[in-house]
């Protein structure tokens, strides 16, 4: 098994263990809102293997598992990676951890303490979130190349940084996220990608207006 292929179930590993440490958890943080989203994207993601350097694109996909850790922070983990649409396509992606800082606080709705009953409660909103993020992860890539020698396997993998900013918005019980994403590598292969994304998430949990 090579390098790339290890890099690949690490990165599925660690995906499923976020998702199930998320659910796990809940009875430890009863009050704690959990959030499961899909992505979709435009943007272009590029490996480079000297001295031949291949583009995939113009679409990104991807999974997210998030959790609030404060009022202004959020943590989660991404698995995004390029789709070539014709032939369909999909042999770049990226893997990272991503801490979100909300200079304003995050978009969620808040219950009303001072309301016992349930039906009269009233929501105060933060509709609308800009957020900064960033953090490290796995990047990996495996492309065939036509040359005029004929054709040939570009892979390769490395430590990657992601770096993204974007505004949240609430609609009803999700979250709508817009945002900038940008992924490159540190070490290793070099990989890169760059996307401007859309996101739906999904709460899990009660939420907790005193986080």
């Given at each position: 098994?090579?390098?790339?292929?290890?890099?690949?179930?690490?990165?599925?590993?660690?995906?499923?263990t976020?998702?199930?440490?998320?659910?796990?958890?809940?009875?430890?943080?009863?009050?704690?809102?959990?959030?499961?989203?899909?992505?979709?994207?435009?943007?272009?993601?590029?490996?480079?293997?000297?001295?031949?350097?291949?583009?995939?694109?113009?679409?990104?996909?991807?999974?997210?598992?998030?959790?609030?850790?404060?009022?202004?922070?959020a943590?989660?983990?991404e698995?995004?990676?390029?789709?070539?649409?014709?032939?369909?396509?999909?042999?770049?992606?990226?893997?990272?951890?991503?801490?979100r800082?909300?200079?304003w606080?995050?978009a969620?709705?808040?219950?009303?303490?001072?309301?016992?009953?349930?039906?009269?409660?009233?929501?105060?909103?933060?509709?609308?979130?800009?957020?900064?993020?960033g953090?490290?992860?796995?990047?990996?890539?495996?492309v065939?190349?036509?040359?005029?020698?004929?054709?040939?396997?570009?892979?390769?993998?490395?430590?990657?940084?992601?770096?993204?900013?974007?505004?949240d918005y609430t609609?009803?019980?999700?979250?709508?996220?817009?945002g900038?994403?940008?992924?490159?590598?540190?070490?290793g292969?070099?990989?890169?990608?760059t996307?401007?994304?859309?996101?739906l998430?999904?709460r899990i949990?009660?939420?907790?207006?005193g986080?």
């Amino acid at each position: 098994m090579g390098l790339g292929d290890r890099v690949k179930r690490l990165e599925v590993t660690l995906l499923l263990t976020a998702v199930a440490s998320l659910v796990l958890s809940s009875e430890m943080a009863r009050a704690r809102e959990y959030r499961l989203g899909v992505i979709l994207g435009a943007g272009s993601a590029s490996i480079t293997v000297q001295p031949v350097s291949v583009s995939q694109g113009p679409l990104q996909a991807g999974l997210l598992a998030e959790s609030p850790v404060a009022d202004a922070l959020a943590v989660s983990l991404e698995h995004r990676r390029s789709l070539k649409l014709s032939p369909l396509s999909s042999d770049i992606s990226f893997t990272n951890a991503i801490l979100r800082w909300y200079p304003w606080g995050q978009a969620w709705p808040r219950e009303n303490p001072e309301t016992e009953d349930v039906s009269e409660n009233t929501w105060n909103q933060n509709r609308f979130a800009v957020y900064l993020g960033g953090g490290p992860g796995l990047a990996s890539g495996g492309v065939t190349q036509k040359l005029s020698t004929g054709s040939a396997y570009i892979s390769g993998s490395a430590l990657s940084l992601s770096l993204q900013a974007g505004v949240d918005y609430t609609w009803g019980t999700r979250i709508v996220r817009v945002g900038l994403d940008h992924e490159s590598s540190l070490s290793g292969a070099s990989l890169s990608a760059t996307s401007v994304s859309a996101c739906l998430m999904w709460r899990i949990g009660p939420g907790n207006a005193g986080l």
